[in-house]
């Protein structure tokens, strides 16, 4: 009894593995990484926009290989706390996530977010080919014409250098420490600013 039960268990679980191994997978994906202040925040923004496949968090636009947060939080290497997202470009386009990001960071301030100053909270959108590139600029080009606030924007727009992931307890961290994530959040003022800029629509 015990040994039919194992088999039909066993059955199951190869039965589940064929169907995950079968399940349709997007043919082609593209990878977008933006800079916006904290990237908890910009995590937890871009994993919520349907087509996105992953974020990862980590650094980038510095002059040091593997560089630590405790490097980066020094203001000394150069990089700024970004986030590599991968997405189905046959689900959300570049542009969408262009628009995403712009109304989800305050573009008027250099080298500051909300309650994080120095240039690690920079924002900035870091391309990955000409045609990002171009989009961004067009992206840039149409924002100026239409934002809702006077002040200009100082969002950087550069071709995407190297990208290392910031350590493991960085990833998915509004996830695991929600409570902890929320404060912060609320504390730094990053959605009331975001409502003064965009609206409460945002």
Same mark, same amino acid.
């Given at each position: 009894?015990?040994?039919?039960?194992?088999?039909?268990?066993?059955?199951?679980?190869?039965?589940?593995?064929?169907? +995950?191994?079968?399940?349709?997978?997007?043919?082609?994906?593209?990878?977008?990484?933006?800079?916006?202040?904290?990237?908890?925040?910009?995590?937890?923004?871009?994993?919520?926009?349907?087509?996105?496949?992953?974020?990862?968090?980590?650094?980038?636009?510095?002059?040091?290989?593997?560089?630590?947060?405790?490097?980066?939080?020094?203001?000394?290497?150069?990089?700024?706390?970004?986030?590599?997202?991968?997405?189905?470009?046959?689900?959300?386009?570049?542009?969408?996530?262009?628009?995403?990001?712009?109304?989800?960071?305050?573009?008027?301030?250099?080298?500051?977010?909300?309650?994080?100053?120095?240039?690690?909270?920079?924002?900035?959108?870091?391309?990955?080919?000409?045609?990002?590139?171009?989009?961004?600029?067009?992206? +840039?080009?149409?924002?100026?014409?239409?934002?809702?606030?006077?002040?200009?924007?100082?969002?950087?727009?550069?071709?995407?250098?190297?990208?290392?992931?910031?350590?493991?307890?960085?990833?998915?961290?509004?996830?695991?420490?929600?409570?902890?994530?929320?404060?912060?959040?609320?504390?730094?003022?990053?959605?009331?600013?975001?409502?003064?800029?965009?609206?409460?629509?945002?």
């Amino acid at each position: 009894m015990m040994r039919a039960a194992a088999t039909f268990f066993l059955g199951l679980a190869i039965a589940a593995g064929a169907a +995950l191994a079968q399940a349709p997978q997007p043919a082609t994906t593209a990878k977008a990484t933006f800079a916006g202040g904290c990237f908890w925040c910009v995590e937890s923004d871009f994993d919520k926009v349907p087509g996105v496949l992953s974020t990862t968090s980590g650094y980038i636009g510095g002059t040091v290989a593997q560089p630590t947060y405790e490097q980066v939080s020094a203001k000394t290497t150069g990089h700024a706390e970004a986030v590599e997202i991968v997405y189905d470009p046959a689900r959300v386009s570049y542009e969408q996530l262009l628009a995403k990001y712009w109304r989800s960071i305050d573009p008027t301030t250099r080298d500051r977010q909300f309650c994080d100053s120095g240039s690690p909270y920079r924002t900035a959108i870091f391309t990955h080919g000409d045609a990002q590139m171009a989009a961004a600029r067009k992206s +840039l080009a149409e924002l100026e014409r239409t934002k809702p606030f006077k002040q200009a924007i100082v969002t950087e727009i550069v071709a995407a250098t190297a990208f290392f992931p910031a350590e493991a307890y960085h990833q998915d961290y509004y996830r695991k420490n929600p409570v902890r994530y929320a404060y912060y959040r609320a504390s730094c003022g990053r959605d009331l600013r975001l409502a003064e800029l965009w609206g409460s629509s945002k």
